[in-house]
């Protein structure tokens, strides 16, 4: 199959090109946007319905280890699902994830979070574009930002102890910067993946490509958020 696309891919055209890598985007923005809004909707209805936001406060831990689950899945056992039965594990995943933004949502100013919600928009479609159109490869940058992931968990981590409001501080501004310059990276990837894949394999690569942006939107939203609760 991959000596079938690489074949393939020599005889395309700029413009055949252009246009693969655009349709392939399009559906990755659109399992994105799909997943945000079910994520939207289930942190409203946590937060509309007192015991289910009880009930997710009490049970934040149960939530993390389903969705890591679900993620564990869909990265290990790619091969063996079909693309329809991804994108369902997309969609459960970002309903989990928006039920326990719902106790965060609860106990914020409706202002603090337009505002976040519209810096992270605003910063994640600039960083897309750069990671879309910039001439600098980018993906020799994976393996720090890899590192810095890994750092930056278990600073919170140790924070959980130290209750340290400047570690705090720092940890958000790490986290902005971090998941920002991931935006671009995963964009650039991505558009790079487009012309590698074909068929069930493109369906499939664009669900997970959509699972990595949302992830790093979330992510985004949730440090801009804190610095925006720590002003």
Not at 82 to 104: D, H, Q, W, Y
């Amino acid at each position: 199959m991959q000596q079938e696309t690489s074949a393939s891919l020599q005889n395309l055209t700029n413009e055949q090109a252009l246009s693969i890598v655009r349709a392939f985007m399009n559906r990755v923005y659109a399992w994105m946007a799909g997943s945000l809004f079910i994520s939207a909707g289930a942190a409203a209805w946590a937060v509309s319905d007192l015991q289910l936001l009880s009930w997710v406060a009490q049970n934040m831990m149960l939530c993390a280890i389903i969705a890591i689950g679900i993620l564990l899945v869909m990265s290990f056992m790619s091969t063996r699902l079909s693309a329809s039965a991804m994108g369902a594990m997309l969609l459960v995943f970002a309903a989990i994830e928006g039920l326990t933004l719902g106790p965060v949502v609860a106990v914020t100013a409706s202002g603090t979070l337009a505002t976040a919600l519209a810096c992270t928009a605003g910063t994640f479609g600039v960083m897309s574009i750069i990671g879309a159109t910039t001439r600098v490869n980018l993906q020799g940058f994976g393996r720090f930002f890899m590192m810095m992931l890994i750092g930056l968990l278990i600073a919170m981590i140790v924070n959980i102890f130290m209750q340290s409001s400047t570690a705090d501080l720092v940890i958000s501004c790490i986290g902005v910067l971090l998941f920002s310059a991931m935006t671009a990276y995963d964009t650039q990837r991505l558009n790079m993946l487009a012309l590698c894949l074909d068929g069930e394999d493109r369906a499939k690569g664009a669900i997970h490509g959509a699972t990595q942006l949302y992830l790093d939107f979330l992510n985004l939203f949730l440090f801009l958020l804190s610095l925006l609760r720590e002003r």
